[in-house]
């Protein structure tokens, strides 16, 4: 056993690049592990700055000097926050405390719905088990009653992050604008100048990240604006607040589109019952999400993923129970990381085997 183990470090770490990269790995997920939280708002400027890199870049190609760009590119960004926060939020905030204040309603009809099952299809489902159901939906809803409730006592800490972010991430997005290239060649200038690897593996996870993000962007963009318009003509309730959650729900792939179909189908059918106008709604929705499956993915992201679908499920289940919402973000990234390190991972192939 120690033979094999000695072969195999032979192998994969004979190389002085090899461990340097591997340094460099392990320093940065204890950086991400113990330190992530408190640099939230630096990891979410380099999003931001990732995102506009692409602009950036255009404006310099049309002739536009650098910080002449930066700040273009960041005025309109500015101007896209402020629509975001003074227009579209404060419709998605009226709508969730309305649909907040009608979900009584909305229980007691789902409880007499299901009441009428047992007498349907009595060899299916009996009346104590729909009561069971409903017992337990009800201690989660009061769980989220409580959740709710001790979110408001802590919100005005949250209120305090918030507006120290506001001003922390704009700033740095800024600064990553104007000085991005300083700024990379000073944290890698203690690096050999020989790294055929490590620049590999950069150049190739800087062009994938920047893809993805955008493309990301873009995808949400388009899912929640043609949902919202959808949604509006077909003339459903909490019209903005679905949409939102329909565009959000592309940064979980497969999963996330299984999710927010449930709210959708429920409003609908809390607003219509068993009508046409559901089948309709439940019609749009579909052919919107297949759009967006088989068309705008594939070209928005065809060159930026090459994964497996099960590669990105696990991926999504693993760094979302590590990291959370960012984890869940940046599962799809973070994969092709893994896969770029493993490809670009140096080997000595000149080991004789195993005697």
């Known amino acids: 056993m120690q033979k094999i183990f000695s072969k195999w470090v032979q192998r994969y770490f004979s190389n ?6 591997f340094v460099l790995l392990f320093t940065a ?9 408190a640099l939230i708002p630096v990891f979410a400027s380099l999003i931001l700055a990732f995102m506009m890199q692409g602009g950036l870049e255009k404006l310099r190609d049309l002739g536009v000097g650098h910080k002449t760009s930066a700040f273009i590119v960041f005025a309109l960004f500015t101007g896209v926050v402020a629509a975001l926060f003074l227009i579209i939020l404060p419709l998605v905030w ?17 409880q007499k719905t299901l009441m009428l099952l047992p007498d349907a299809y009595p060899q299916f489902i009996t009346a104590e088990q729909i009561r069971s159901i409903i017992g337990g939906a009800a201690s989660e809803a009061s769980k989220l009653g409580q959740w709710v409730f001790n979110f408001s006592l802590n919100s005005l800490t949250g209120v305090l992050t918030v507006l120290i972010y506001f001003v922390l991430v704009p700033m740095l997005v800024l600064f990553f604008l104007l000085d991005g290239d300083k700024l990379i060649k000073g944290w890698t200038a203690f690096l050999p100048d020989h790294r055929p690897v490590i620049r590999q593996v950069w150049a190739e996870m800087d062009m994938q990240l920047a893809n993805y993000i955008r493309g990301k962007a873009i995808e949400i963009v388009i899912v929640g ?6 949604f509006v003509i077909l003339d459903i309730n909490y019209a903005a607040l679905l949409a939102l959650a329909v565009g959000l729900s592309v940064l979980i792939p497969y999963i ?5 179909t449930l709210p959708v189908a429920l409003i609908a059918f809390f607003q219509w019952g068993w009508s046409d106008q559901f089948i309709y709604l439940m019609v749009a929705y579909t052919i919107i999400q297949a759009i967006d499956g088989n068309v705008i993915v ?10 497996h679908p099960v590669s990105i499920i696990v991926s999504v289940l693993v760094f979302g129970s590590l990291w959370g919402f960012w984890g869940v973000f940046f599962a799809i990234p973070l994969a092709t990381l893994v896969k770029s390190i493993v490809n670009a991972w140096p080997k000595s192939e000149d080991i004789p085997p195993l005697a």
């Open 16 to 21: 002085e690049e090899a461990i340097l990269l």
């Open 225 to 230: 604006v043609a949902t919202y318009i959808a």
């Open 94 to 110: 009226t709508q969730l405390v309305n649909l907040f204040n009608e979900l009584p309603r909305m229980a007691g009809q789902l």
């Open 256 to 260: 996330g589109a299984a999710i927010v």
């Open 29 to 37: 997920a204890l950086t991400i592990w113990y330190l992530g939280s």
């Open 298 to 307: 594939p070209l928005l992201f065809s060159e930026a993923v090459n994964l």
